[in-house]
């Protein structure tokens, strides 16, 4: 499986932003996605993660409420729409599948990774 994320950019404080992750191959449907991030000087962290049938999601607490994962299998596409963005969401942004219909927010429980795609939220 090859992911490719984008969407990333320069918002504001309070602003909005939809991040996309293309899928390539037709097993798609067989892997829980997650996306992660990782921002200057510290550790990638776990955001939000959906279930292979895209049935079930599970998101951070620093970002539920204001961020939403979700997935067309039809398209091999996963996104993340961030609502109300703030300068700690500044970072780059990673989408990640893990074989299996279970979501996870462990970072070693992912067998592929995209490139990511940088946000960066200005106060």
């Known amino acids: 499986v090859q992911l490719q994320a984008s969407g990333g950019g320069l918002v504001q404080t309070g602003d909005s932003l939809r991040l996309s992750c293309a899928a390539s191959?037709?097993?798609?449907?067989?892997?829980?996605m997650g996306w992660f991030r990782q921002a200057p000087g510290k550790e990638r962290e776990f955001v939000a993660a959906?279930?292979?049938?895209?049935?079930?999601?599970y998101y951070a607490d620093s970002v539920n409420g204001r961020f939403s994962i979700s997935r067309d299998n039809a398209k091999n596409t996963v996104a993340l729409q961030m609502n109300n963005l703030k300068p700690e969401d500044t970072a780059v942004y990673y989408c990640a599948a893990r074989f299996g219909s279970s979501g996870s927010s462990r970072f070693s429980s992912y067998d592929y990774w995209g490139q990511g795609t940088e946000v960066t939220v200005s106060s």
């Open positions: 191959g037709r097993t798609f449907r067989s892997y829980a």
């Open positions: 959906i279930t292979s049938s895209g049935g079930s999601t």
